[in-house]
């Protein structure tokens, strides 16, 4: 099963986070790790969704060796960035 790091977990998240219970349900997918700046976002999505480790920063979600692939779930301006480290660390966006 494909391990997912989600960035952001605001919003939108909700939508993305949906899909991926759906796609570990049918043995496909599923969210390892999520990363967000503000600490009580982290806390209560880790614990509404049952996400596994949730870390403060990006490149901490970069480094973990179960994320295979990550969603990036912020404004559209920070994809750019996100999307270039993600591919440094040799995981597809």
């Known amino acids: 099963m494909l391990g997912i790091g989600v960035v952001g977990l605001g919003g939108i998240a909700r939508s993305h986070l949906t899909a991926l219970r759906i796609l570990e349900k049918e043995g496909v997918a599923r ?3 999520a990363a967000d700046l503000i ?3 982290r806390d209560r999505q880790k614990q509404e969704w049952d996400i596994p480790k949730v870390y403060a920063h990006h490149s901490e979600l970069l480094a973990d060796r179960e ?3 990550v969603a990036i779930i912020l404004g559209h301006h920070l ?3 996100l ?3 993600a591919l440094d660390a040799g ?3």
Request: aromatic content about 0%; proline content about 6%.
């Open 39 to 41: 600490e009580e976002v």
């Open 91 to 93: 995981k597809p966006v």
């Open 83 to 85: 999307t270039i480290d």
């Open 67 to 69: 994320v295979d692939a």
């Open 79 to 81: 994809h750019a960035k």
């Open 31 to 33: 969210c390892v790790a």
